[in-house]
């Protein structure tokens, strides 16, 4: 009997039932193999292969027994074109398709591994992208004869041979671009990444918050001599352009990807300052071609040599210019005695890390040259943020710490959970708004609460978010987490930073706290593991605190300050607001 692997509890926390929900059926068949009755919970960009391999090569394995093993029913394109499934079927012979409602039959010729489509060109670019082609290998590609179109709202197929089911795939409905696997055991969209994040020891460690510090990430780009990569959401600012196109001209390999599709349009400012920074020589890419990976490219990050800079904000006037959004950012590189990594002269570092997330990403069948996505986009007119606020929180001196890359799809939201349920005494987040109280972290908040670590959750206070952000203060009121909706007072615009402090660490980037942007889109954080470094977070974070709108739970102590109070022989750090 084959039994397709099992979806664990942890799983299932870590893909909500809302996106999908599938279930492999059970078949009693007299004679033939059955499947499992198993749920199946749902929600390295890998480099692509040449598309005509999916269509040339064949696993060079015969399976035992005829499977179905993949699924992709619900593509990002235009009438879901390119949809296929990927079946195991051990010899030719009369092997078809059903889903109760339509039949097709397998082409005679097929037999191993085969991907089975009704438009076979666009499925192999399907086929040969991300991390079901590098764990699969090459399949051959087959025309599916007769109609049969995989539904996006949920599907029972059988795989027959001569009309005798020898195996049923049962699934519900399916978020845009995820694919599910049998030996994965889940459904997974288009550009997770299941890599482990790897922890760096002992880099030397900047934090700084906007719109304070405006003039620090952008120059770590003026120090610049070898490369130069920045990735973003939107790229609006001249500060930042003339740091790339001077990099460019000193001879710094500089390379730019952005987002194609950012909420409003892309903007005319910033297809002028991309046309600027092309004609520099800097290599261009947009997130943007048929086969999109992400719901959006949403990271916020640049790599200066061994400089890594992670932001909560946009390379824009509002974001890095320190024109109006609260945010968060962080510089890391690496010590002076840091080790190499084996076969390199770099340094261990971040920033070699967020590089081979960067050449992943710019090489990808999605990431589109500036001048092909040009000719076919409009753009569109965009305001610009022209007002400036007092400095009261300048960088600290760089700290020792260790820090670790965490990046969506794929590993950013569990992370951040596992640390928030592990925390002793503190947990300061900042959002502009979450997903409600059944969010994935604000869940992990609250459970926090309820064992009595000292929880603080701050959103924004903009006009777009304020009503949300209420009803949350209210459904949260009689727990013992504490909730409020900022009241900025002239010291920034609007909260928009995506910070926690954890105890003595700190997780900053660009992650919302939502479904889709913990599962489809391309996220960067870095989390710090160093007291200093989240101390100087939690004392901008209760001067934000301090601007209005606070709910305290009852029992918190007057004043604040991040004091250590005895108990017995321990110690704990408790955050204490006014």
């Known amino acids: 009997m084959r039994s397709h692997p099992p979806i664990g509890p942890s799983v299932a926390g870590r893909y909500p039932p809302l996106v999908v929900l599938a279930l492999l059926v059970c078949v009693a068949v007299s004679g033939v193999p059955s499947v499992a009755a198993t749920a199946v919970g749902e929600p390295t960009a890998g480099g692509t292969a040449d598309a005509g391999d999916a269509a040339t090569h064949n696993a060079s394995a015969r399976p035992a027994a005829p499977a179905i093993v993949e699924l992709y029913p619900n593509p990002t394109t235009d009438r879901d074109r390119g949809e296929y499934l990927v079946v195991a079927l051990p010899s030719r012979g009369n092997w078809s398709l059903s889903d109760g409602h339509h039949e ?14 009704a438009d076979p060109e666009r499925s192999a670019r399907f086929l040969t992208d991300g991390p079901a082609a590098a764990d ?11 109609y049969f179109p995989l539904s996006a709202s949920g599907d029972r197929i059988e795989l027959r041979h001569n009309g005798v089911p020898v195996d049923v795939v049962e699934y519900g409905r399916v978020s845009d671009g995820h694919r599910w696997r ?29 719109p304070d510090s405006s003039d620090l990430p952008v120059s770590a780009l003026r120090g610049a001599d070898d490369r130069l990569l920045l990735a973003g959401y939107t790229l609006e600012s001249d500060r930042v352009a003339e740091s790339l196109v001077d990099a460019a001209d000193r001879g710094v390999a500089v390379r730019v990807l952005l987002e194609g599709s950012p ?17 520099a020589g800097v290599e261009v890419r947009i997130l943007d071609g048929d086969a999109e990976r992400f719901r959006f490219h949403h990271a916020k990050y ?12 946009n390379w824009k006037a509002s974001g890095t210019g320190g024109r109006t959004n609260r945010g968060w950012g962080v510089v890391a590189e690496p010590t002076a005695d840091a080790g190499t990594r084996s076969g390199s002269n770099r340094p261990t570092s971040a920033a070699d890390d967020l590089s081979a997330l960067f050449r992943a990403d710019a090489a990808a069948v999605d990431a589109r040259p500036w001048r092909e996505f040009k000719a076919d986009t409009e753009f569109h007119d965009s305001g610009r943020a022209n007002d400036t606020y007092p400095t009261r929180f300048e960088p600290p001196a760089p700290a020792r710490a260790d820090v670790t890359l965490l990046t969506a799809p794929g ?49 924004s206070g903009a006009w777009y978010d304020r009503e949300e952000n209420r009803e949350l203060v209210a459904t949260l009121e009689p727990e013992p ?4 909706v900022s009241e900025p007072r002239g010291r920034y615009g609007k909260i928009h930073a995506k910070g926690l402090v954890v105890d003595d660490a700190a997780i900053v980037g ?8 913990a599962t489809e889109n391309r996220e960067v954080l870095l989390a710090v593991d160093d007291a200093g470094v989240a101390d100087f977070y939690a004392r901008a974070y209760a001067a934000d605190w301090r601007g209005g709108g606070v709910h305290l739970p009852v029992g918190l102590l007057a004043g604040f300050g991040v004091a250590t109070v005895g108990a017995g022989a321990a110690a704990r750090r408790e955050v204490r607001f006014a």
């Open 104 to 117: 097709a039959s397998v082409p005679s010729n097929a037999s191993g591994t085969v991907a089975l489509s």
């Open 136 to 146: 699969r290998g090459p399949v051959d590609l087959h025309r599916l004869d007769g």
């Open 302 to 313: 640049a790599v200066a040599d061994d400089r890594a800079v992670v932001l909560t904000e």
């Open 510 to 517: 660009s992650l919302n706290w939502n479904d889709a942007a």
């Open 411 to 459: 590993n950013a939201a569990d992370r951040i959970v596992a640390r928030i349920d592990a925390a002793d005494d503190r947990v300061l987040a900042v959002v502009p708004r979450t997903g409600g109280p059944n969010d994935r972290i604000v869940r992990a908040l609250r459970r926090a609460a309820g064992r009595g670590v000292d929880v603080h959750l701050l959103l």
């Open 182 to 210: 049998a030996d994965w055991g889940e459904w997974r969209p288009r550009g997770y990444d299941p890599r482990a994040p790897v922890r760096i020891g002992d880099a030397s460690v900047t934090p700084f918050v906007l």
């Open 263 to 279: 909420v409003g349009g892309f903007s005319a400012r910033s297809a002028r300052l991309v046309d600027r920074l092309v004609a």
């Open 481 to 484: 987490i504490a909730v409020a």
